[in-house]
């Protein structure tokens, strides 16, 4: 395991004694936790766009797309506890 030095403003430092006295943990221990929450956190969201350029690629070279009330209808009724039918994709293309 490799050491890494934070220089940490007074106020910040104070914070993170006490939200880890609050926890039951040592400042590092919340320190760690809270850098690998950071670090899920922005590899979800690389994930998550990653995924939207895809679909949108996807839809860009097939021209078929989702009519976006037939979507919210469908997850309205999913919600409802119902088993709709999914929205097909139509052509959105002139």
């Not at 910040?12 to 956190?41: C, D, N, W, Y």
């Not at 860009?60 to 097909?88: C, F, M, T, W």
């Amino acid at each position: 395991m490799s050491t890494t030095s934070l220089k940490l403003p007074e106020a910040l430092k104070q914070r993170v004694l006490v939200s880890a006295q609050r926890q039951g943990i040592s400042p590092h221990a919340f320190m760690l936790s809270a850098i690998e929450q950071a670090a899920t956190a922005d590899e979800q969201r690389a994930a998550f766009i990653a995924q939207a350029r895809a679909a949108e690629e996807q839809m860009l070279n097939s021209g078929q797309g989702y009519d976006g009330d037939e979507v919210h209808a469908y997850i309205e009724a999913r919600i409802a506890g119902k088993n709709p039918a999914r929205p097909k994709a139509k052509a959105w293309r002139g």
